[in-house]
């Protein structure tokens, strides 16, 4: 029998968003196995880092954190093949994922190369996207409002068409395009309808009215929300660092 590969969605970074069902089977683990950058920690195992057990074994996928796109299928590649060595012997790895496995998550790499071959059980988790929305104190959409979710870095042809045929709108991976989206949704008219969040449920999150916000550039867990429906919902008059 081959051990069980389970995907743990950690949440947006406060440990006390992690589900109870993840704080069990990390606690219980016996290998677990998570992305890492080439310098500094794992973003995914801090989260966790209480509730891992001692003695456990680590499996880091060390993935380069780089602006341009680099050759990542090598990565997940040796990673799977050392994961499946474990799963062969019997034992169950727990991989941790920041946010949700599903939703942009590093785990559905891992999932698409081992699904065919090992049980996989997927633990959803708080995804930034309404983890942002709470910190934000607005809702994020409502009734047959559609929202559309916007990966920053798209051109700008790309963003105007998608916002223009959504009521609401998330844009994700801000980073380094703030200055360019910031423009685009002053010309677009919605500036003043745009929340910003940064670093989400962690003690050093930001949360500011995008129009109020003087910066340039944003840190990759970043997130611009509008809401443009039918709903008389206003973005609260608050800035917090």
């Known amino acids: ?25 990390i606690s219980s683990a016996g290998v ?38 680099f050759p990542a299928k090598e990565i997940y590649d040796t990673a799977a093949g050392e994961i499946a060595e474990v799963l062969d012997s019997g034992a169950d790895v727990v991989t941790l994922c920041e946010g949700d496995p599903f939703f942009y998550g590093s785990f559905m790499y891992l999932f698409e190369r081992l699904s065919d071959r090992f049980p996989i059980e997927v633990v959803p988790g708080v995804t ?57 949704l002053a010309a677009m008219g ?14 050093d999150q930001k949360v500011h009215r995008l129009v109020d916000l003087e910066a340039d550039t944003a840190p990759y867990f970043s997130m ?5 429906g039918d709903e008389a919902w206003t973005l609260p008059p608050f800035c917090s660092s």
């Open 32 to 69: 677990i196995a998570y992305p890492a950058p080439d310098t500094g920690a794992s973003f995914a195992r801090s989260i966790a880092a209480d509730v891992i057990p001692a003695g456990v074994r680590e499996i880091p996928i060390v993935v380069p954190m780089r602006v341009d796109r």
């Open 128 to 184: 930034s996207l309404t983890a942002c929305a709470a910190q934000l104190q607005r809702p994020l959409t409502s009734r047959n409002d559609v929202l559309t979710v916007i990966p920053g870095p798209l051109p700008d042809d790309d963003i105007r068409t998608r916002i223009e045929s959504a009521q609401a709108v998330a844009i994700m991976k801000v980073g380094r395009h703030l200055k360019r989206l910031k423009a685009l």
């Open 190 to 203: 919605l500036l003043e309808k745009a929340g910003y969040v940064e670093r989400a449920s962690l003690a």
């Open 224 to 228: 611009i929300l509008i809401y443009k």
């Open 1 to 25: 029998m081959s051990g069980t590969l389970y995907g743990i969605g950690l949440g947006p970074g406060d440990p006390e968003l992690m589900t109870l069902k993840a704080h069990r089977l």
